[in-house]
T-cell receptor, first 114, second 115 residues
Framework: DAKTTQPTSMDCAEGRAANLPCNHS???????VYWYRQIHSQGPQYIIH???NNETNEMASLIITEDRKSSTLILPHATLRDTAVYYC???????????????FGTGTLLAVQP | GAGVSQSPRYKVAKRGQDVALRCDPI?????LFWYQQALGQGPEFLTY????????KSGLPSDRFFAERPEGSVSTLKIQRTQQEDSAVYLC?????????????FGPGTRLTVL
């Protein structure tokens, strides 16, 4: 699985959009970009994933560059409850007994300020 | 519905003791994962089950770590002769069917402290 690079920490004002970048320059054509977040003292929580098209769900939007070497997770209106460590993960989806384990880095600590 | 549950939430062990950590996945989830998370780090993969079959145990750090899922539902992670470096949060995650595109659902973790 490709390696990802994320800033160690970011701040965001409450109510503003939070844009979290991720570099994955060695991504392969069959690898997906996943985002998880981990609020303090909780297990990680899935946010969104994509292959090459931009994706949006009720939690966030995922923008993947055309060359797929980087992506941005967007929380459109950050709240204090969005303060968490955000992990960008790249992995291949495989069939038939493959592990499909998640390889986490150290992520980005997003601090939403009141 | 109920999510993934883990017990105990906190465990303190003296060095050399054996511990057993339990994971109750979401009902019907085929896939089950164990991860270890050291302080200030992201979770690291330990092992993976598909139903009762342990298909990948490449992340287990030593032969003191053992995991089982005998009936394809509840799983237990056992650590024998605990060492201080085993202190970490142990996370369990489950996923329905084959986790190709599906998200993994994580429990709250068990915080193990080895004195």
């Amino acid at each position: 699985d490709a390696k990802t690079t994320q800033p160690t920490s970011m701040d965001c004002a409450e109510g503003r959009a939070a844009n979290l970048p991720c570099n994955h320059s060695t991504i392969s054509g069959n690898e997906y970009v996943y985002w998880y977040r981990q609020i303090h003292s909780q297990g990680p929580q899935y946010i969104i994933h994509g292959l090459k098209n931009n994706e949006t769900n009720e939690m966030a939007s995922l923008i993947i560059t055309e060359d797929r070497k980087s992506s941005t997770l967007i929380l459109p209106h950050a709240t204090l409850r969005d303060t968490a460590v955000y992990y960008c993960i790249v992995r291949v989806g495989m069939y038939g007994g493959a592990t499909n384990k998640l390889i986490f880095g150290t992520g980005t600590l997003l601090a939403v300020q009141p | 519905g109920a999510g993934v549950s883990q017990s105990p939430r906190y465990k303190v062990a003296k060095r050399g003791q054996d511990v057993a950590l339990r994971c109750d996945p979401i009902s019907g989830h085929v896939s089950l994962f164990w991860y270890q998370q050291a302080l200030g780090q992201g979770p690291e993969f330990l092992t993976y089950f598909q139903n009762e079959a342990q298909l990948d145990k490449s992340g287990l750090p030593s032969d003191r770590f053992f995991a089982e899922r005998p009936e394809g539902s509840v799983s237990t992670l056992k650590i024998q002769r605990t060492q201080q470096e085993d202190s970490a949060v142990y996370l369990c995650a489950s996923s329905p069917v084959l986790p190709i595109y599906n998200e993994q659902f994580f429990g709250p973790g068990t915080r193990l402290t080895v004195l």
